[in-house]
């Protein structure tokens, strides 16, 4: 990492416009208190270009012919890649131990998951894990979706070989269980869980990226809002409220909620936690540009 010293100084102006160019692009808010954040995260991007100052970048993000390279760089950079297996259990058990079986005894069609910033796998993992757990991982059409809108995230979950820490809250055998272990010590999820899950890449801010892989009945949005100002999240969940059917579940992270912000979805306790169910109602107002399921 470059030190303080040798990189240069995010002035007021280029941090205000970086600022608000990153929150339109990524939803992410570095207010007054990560600016140092922001300007660390970014400095070895503007030094690797041969940059001098920040306004620079600035200007390259927004005018440059390879601009959209240079975002999908920044995403990589700004992307917070920590997650582990069975993170917030309950609610991978309230899938596999309410929400699948009433799926399955309501509908002959296929449950589809979405597991919406995936980060380097683990909770799309989880997912099938949890329903191979009951059953119903097999011969019932489950489709799982994993997408981050960082390549290099979704590049290490496609490769999916996992160390120590991603096992930190596994329960006792599954590792065994559901993984091999490499000659270097790593492990990587048996095919037949692998095979369940198609890995892509999706900017939660960009509707038409969203909104195909939100046509979902479950939807797990985990601890990427907690970087997303309150627009940013009314509007993702505006989106995901146009594709998904009603009835729908979507489970947000531990400190994530929705309660004041006024969308469509209801909040419900179920087995240990929380989920967050779309409303019978939603999106009368967009009724007529909603995707149909
Ligand atoms: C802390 S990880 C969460 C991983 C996992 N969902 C969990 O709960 O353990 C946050 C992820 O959100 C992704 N992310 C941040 N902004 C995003 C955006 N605008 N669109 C899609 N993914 C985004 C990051 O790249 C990162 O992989």
């Known amino acids: 990492m470059l030190q303080h010293h040798d990189r240069p100084p995010l002035t007021d102006a280029a941090y205000t416009l970086l600022r608000d160019l990153i929150l339109q692009r990524t939803g992410m808010v570095f207010d007054q208190g990560k600016r140092d954040l922001l300007a660390d995260k970014l400095s070895e991007l503007v030094a690797s270009l041969g940059l001098t100052s920040f306004l620079d970048y600035y200007y390259l993000l927004r005018y440059d012919d390879a601009a959209e390279e240079h975002w ?64 119903l991982l097999e011969g019932r059409g489950v489709q799982i979706r994993a997408s981050d809108g960082s390549e290099a995230m979704v590049d290490r979950a496609r490769a999916a070989t996992y160390g120590e820490r991603s096992f930190r809250q596994m329960p006792v055998g599954w590792r065994e269980r559901y993984f091999d272990q490499a000659p270097d010590g790593r492990w990587r999820p048996l095919e037949r869980i692998r ?40 509007s993702v969940v505006e989106t995901f409220a146009r594709a998904m059917p009603r009835g729908a579940h979507l489970f947000l992270g531990a400190s994530e909620s929705l309660t004041r912000l006024g969308v469509d979805f209801d909040l419900q306790e179920m087995g240990k936690g929380f989920v967050y169910v779309r409303s019978a109602n939603a999106g009368l107002a967009t009724a007529t540009n909603r995707v149909t399921t």
């Open 195 to 234: 095979d369940h899950i198609q890995y892509s890449v999706a900017n939660l801010v960009r509707p038409e990226e969203v909104l195909p892989l939100a046509a979902a009945d479950v939807i797990f949005c985990r601890n990427v809002f907690i970087y997303f100002s309150d627009d940013a999240i009314r």
């Open 72 to 135: 999908a760089r920044l995403m990589d950079r700004l992307s917070v890649p920590e997650t582990y297996f069975w993170r917030q259990a309950e609610q991978f058990e309230a899938l596999a131990d309410i929400v699948a079986p009433a799926h399955f005894a309501r509908k002959q069609g296929a449950l589809r998951i979405w597991s919406a910033a995936c980060c380097t796998g683990e909770e799309a993992i989880s997912i099938a894990m949890a329903l191979d757990r009951v059953g």
